[in-house]
């Protein structure tokens, strides 16, 4: 038999939906499911031994923990109502750090316009489990599967951020913009109620797993291929610098790295007057077509665009 870290967490999510029993209107496969009369809810673990970077403190793994889930809210458009929070940490580590997860947690589901309705601690290898609650009131969720060929394809915001942080990590120089990205990302739920309530989006999903995973989950979920250009792609200055001191290209630190909470959407070009009307920040990438992949146009020259790792 194959051992999990051989088959990946993708494809293991993949046999999962292979044999498991969905339930409610929207099920496994998006950023959250959507339950009985318009609930959202969504889940996910982040661990000492890899989302706790150099640098950060544990209120901001706190942070981190809850804003992971409130940007699978946001991607759907829906509104927090609920946190709960299951903590596994080692029995050494001083109680303050625990005080101060917990603490980092609550701050960011008040920043969300929510609080924490419950969860569980037990002994454990260090890792926060989060589970987010939502409600569609009456907004249509936001899934991966509408995007259409004509379309175009935007984000919320400026991306690399998180990537550039953890390169000035590893060569040691200062970029706090950065690290601020990595350290406590801030949740588009605002954004993703916007997007939804506008009627505008034909699909949508957070970028916490990066630009990259991002384009080809659409892709794949929608049938579509999409044409992005490098040059529409927002980042910050500091971006551009820190690739080129580290010696990267930039598209890696554009497109390969997790951590980003902006929200990519596609949408109905005759219909961006109402994207606009939504009060939505944005930046139009590319535009969606039918070749069934995630294309980048750089310097005249396409290349197809890979899932992106964190």
Request: one cysteine or more.
């Amino acid at each position: 038999m194959p051992l999990i870290g051989d088959i990946g967490e993708r494809q293991l999510i993949d046999d999962f939906r292979s044999f498991i029993r969905p339930e409610g209107r929207v099920g496994p496969g998006d950023d959250a499911a959507v339950v009985e009369k318009g609930i959202v809810a969504t889940t996910d673990i982040v661990t000492f031994d890899r989302h706790f970077p150099a640098g950060m403190t544990y209120e901001q793994f706190g942070w981190y923990a809850a804003a992971v889930n409130f940007s699978d809210l946001a991607a759907m458009g829906a509104r927090p109502i609920g946190f709960l929070a299951a903590l596994a940490l080692p029995p050494d580590l001083e109680a303050q750090a625990a005080y101060d997860i917990m603490s980092g947690i609550d701050q960011c589901a008040e920043f969300c316009g929510t609080g924490i309705v419950g969860g569980d601690t037990k002994p454990g290898p260090g890792a926060v489990a989060g589970t987010a609650l939502g409600c569609m009131d009456d907004r249509k969720p936001m899934l991966r599967s509408g995007a259409v060929p004509g379309d175009f394809v935007a984000v919320t915001g400026p991306v690399g951020g998180p990537a550039a942080a953890l390169e000035a990590l590893d060569l040691g120089i200062e970029a706090e913009d950065a690290k601020t990205c990595l350290y406590t990302p801030v949740p588009r739920v605002a954004e993703g109620m916007a997007l939804a309530g506008c009627g505008a989006v034909s699909s949508c999903m957070d970028l916490s797993d990066g630009l990259g995973t991002a384009l080809n989950a659409i892709c794949s979920m929608s049938g579509v291929g999409m044409e992005i250009e490098m040059e529409f792609v927002p980042r910050e200055d500091y971006v551009e610098e820190i690739a080129e001191e580290a010696e990267v290209p930039l598209r890696k630190l554009l497109f390969d790295c997790g951590g980003e909470y902006e929200l990519l959407f596609t949408a109905d070009r005759g219909k961006i007057g109402k994207i606009y009307e939504s009060g939505t920040e944005f930046s139009i990438i590319g535009l969606v077509n039918g070749s069934g992949k995630a294309e980048l146009m750089e310097n005249g020259e396409r290349s197809v665009i890979s899932n992106g790792r964190y």
